[in-house]
C-alpha cells in the first residue's frame, strides 16, 4: 500500500499533514520525505515539537456539530495519551531551574493533575492551549508523555509455590504484617472490578472473607474505562504471597514527573516497600533520569524498591556512531541532495558502507523504538547542564528504501538526547522487511548510539543484541526483576530454573551524572533477582481455558516485593534495603551462571 493517508502513517514527525493526499514512491521522493519530517527551528510551535503541533492541527479539523461544540480528538499517534478527547498528558521541560514559573504559566493555561518534579511539569494538557504553551517563555520545551511501556508478556499464583513463599508461611506464619506495599501502574479500579476482587478474597477490604479488611489506599487512579488495572492484577499477586501486608496505589500514567512525584507519595503514605512495572520510553539510558532520582530518594529513607527489568530481552542494538557518507542507500544509490551525508553506517569497520539495517516486523504487529546517545538529557538535569550537543533522527523505510513509513526528527540540541516513534505493520506493505536509517543533522558526532525496540521483530543483521533494562529498574536504588515461568522452575519439578526468554538484560552503562557531567562508566548488576511470571489472576491479562494468565516482569516484581514483606515481619520490621536485598540476592536458586549474570541476576528468588 503506498503512503497516501493520515490512517496510513505511524510516525512521529509531522506525520498528520506531511503525507496526506500524496503518493510518496521513488528516490526522488525520498528526499522530501525525510526532509519534510523536520519541524523547522523557527516554527511558532515548535517548543512543543511536531507531535503535539500535529495533535493542535489535528483537533482544528475536527468536525463541528451544530451548536458549535467541538468532537472529541482521536489522535492517529498511538504514542499520545489523549485524555477525554480534550487534554494530552504532557512533560513540560523550564527554562533553566524556573520550574514554579512553568508550573504557574501552565496551570494559567488549564493544566490540570499538574505535577512537577526536578526542571519537568507533567498533567493534562487542553489540546486547544498547545499553541498558547508553545509560546511560553518559561518553557524550555515540551513533549508528550508518550504511553509507557506496561511490561507485561505476551500473555490462588503458582509463583507463591514457585518462589517457596508459601512454604515460608506456613512454617514461620509470616504474612507480611509489618509492611505496607505501594503499587505504581497504570490503573486500580478504571474498570470498576476491585470489588469483585474484594469479595472473593483475592484483595484486602471491608467484604474480604479471609478477615483482611484493611482496604487499598488509592493515592491516585486514572479516569473510568481508561486503564487496564494492571496495578490491581499487581495488588492481587502480592496479597497471595504477603496477605497480611497493608497495600497501596498510585498512576504512574501522569507523565515523567507525576510517576516520580508519585513515588515520593507513596514513601509518605508509609510504604516501606514500593514496586512498579511502568517504563517511559523517553527515560535516559545513560543517566539517571527523574523517575530513577525519585526512586533513589525513598530507597535513601528506608524504602525497599522493586522494579519490572523489562520485557525486550535483548531487542537492541548499540555501536560507535560511524559516518556513512553517500556510498550506498540500502540496495540503490543515494538520491541526488538527499539530507543523508551524515548518516550512520551500519558496516564494521573496513567493509563497504551500509547506511540501512535490515528488520523484520511481523504483520499485525507494533512495534516501539527509542533511540538515544551518549549526551546528556536536560530535562534530568539541574544547574547548568547543556541538553544535548547533537540532533540525530530516526527512519523506518520500506525494503527497497523509497518510502519513509515511521520516524522520529525532534530537535534534539540544547534538550534531550532521544527520538521515539511508533510503528504498525497492517500487513498491506507487500513485504515484511523493513530498514532503519539513523541520520545525524546537527552537532559533532556522537560517541555511542543504542536503540532499544519494545515488541516482536527481528533485526535480520548488524544484531549486537544488547542489554535493555535502562532508567529507574537501573537507578542503583531499585531491584530490577526478570522473570522465569513458574512452571519452569524447581517447584514444578525443573532443576534450573529457566528465563523468559523476553526478560530484558542488564549492562546499560551509566556515562553522566544529575548535572550532564560525564563521568567514568558505571555499570550496574542488573537485574538482581528473578522472580516468577504466568500465574493466575481474576481478569488480568490472557484468558486461557477459563483462567487469566500474568506474564512478563510486570508480574514478575510484585512476587519479589511480597517476599520483601515477609522477610520484614520475620525480622522485627527492621530491615534495610540493603539488607533486604543482598539477603535475597545470597540465597537465591542460581539459573544460568554461578554468581551474577546480566541475563538472570544472581538467580530466582527461594524465599
Known sequence: MEISTLKQVRTLGLFVFLLLGSVLSGRAQLKDQLNGLKM???????????????????????????????????????????????????????EGDNTRRLLADLTALGLTKATSFGRVVSGLMPIAALNRMADLRSLRFARPAYQPASLI????????????????????????????????????NSLGGAAAGIRSGDLPGGNNRNGFITPVQVLEDLEPGI????????????????????????????????????????????????????????????????????????????????????????????????????????????????????????????????????????????????????????????????????????????????????????????????????????????????????????GPTPGKIKYIIFGRSILNEYNTQSATCYGHPNAAGAVATGAAYFMNTPAFDRTLPLKESSSSAGGVPILFDANGTSVSPVVRSKPELVAPDGVVTTFFHQLTNGEYYFFGTSAAAPHAAGVAALMQEANGGRLSPDTIRETLQETTVEMETPGFDFNTGYGLIDA
Open 227 to 442: 486503564g487496564s488495572d494492571e496495578g490491581r492484577a499487581m495488588l492481587e499477586i502480592i496479597h497471595d504471597v504477603a496477605p497480611g501486608a497493608k497495600l497501596a496505589f498510585a498512576t504512574a500514567l501522569t507523565g515523567e514527573a507525576g510517576f516520580a512525584q508519585n513515588i515520593l507519595n507513596l514513601q509518605g503514605a508509609g510504604c516501606n516497600i514500593i514496586v512498579d512495572d511502568i517504563l517511559y520510553f523517553t527515560e535516559p539510558f545513560f543517566q539517571d533520569g527523574l523517575v530513577a532520582q525519585a526512586v533513589d530518594v525513598v530507597k535513601s529513607r528506608g524504602v525497599s524498591y522493586f522494579s519490572a527489568a523489562g520485557n525486550s530481552g535483548r531487542n537492541s542494538y548499540e555501536s560507535p556512531f560511524r559516518v556513512g557518507g553517500l556510498t550506498s542507500f540500502g540496495s540503490q544509490s543515494v538520491p541526488g541532495g538527499i539530507r543523508t551525508v551524515n548518516a550512520h553506517n551500519f558496516a564494521s569497520e573496513g567493509q563497504p558502507a551500509d547506511l540501512m539495517q535490515s528488520i523484520t516486523v511481523p504483520a499485525g504487529t507494533t512495534i516501539y523504538v527509542s533511540l538515544q546517545y551518549d549526551q546528556p538529557f536536560y530535562s534530568a538535569g539541574r544547574g547548568r547542564n547543556p541538553g544535548a550537543s547533537s540532533d540525530l533522527d530516526i527512519f523506518l523505510l520500506s525494503e527497497d528504501s523509497t518510502k519513509v513509513l515511521a520516524g522520529s526528527a525532534s530537535n534534539n540540541v540544547g534538550r534531550d538526547p532521544v527520538e521515539v516513534f511508533s510503528f504498525y505493520n497492517n500487513g498491506t506493505y507487500g513485504s515484511n522487511q523493513f530498514n532503519l536509517l539513523i541520520d545525524k543533522t546537527a
Open 40 to 94: 523547522a527551528s523557527g516554527d511558532p510551535m515548535s517548543k512543543i515539537g511536531a507531535e503535539l503541533a500535529g495533535l493542535k492541527r489535528e483537533s482544528e479539523l475536527r468536525p463541528r456539530a451544530r451548536t458549535g461544540a467541538v468532537a472529541e480528538v482521536q489522535s492517529e499517534n498511538s504514542l499520545l495519551q489523549v485524555r477525554a478527547g480534550d487534554y494530552v498528558v504532557v512533560d513540560a521541560v523550564a
Open 153 to 188: 508478556g505476551q500473555a490462588t499464583s503458582g509463583g507463591d509455590r514457585a518462589m517457596g513463599s508459601d512454604l515460608a508461611r506456613r512454617e514461620t506464619d509470616v504474612i507480611g504484617r509489618r509492611s505496607k506495599i505501594g503499587v505504581l501502574s497504570d490503573s486500580y
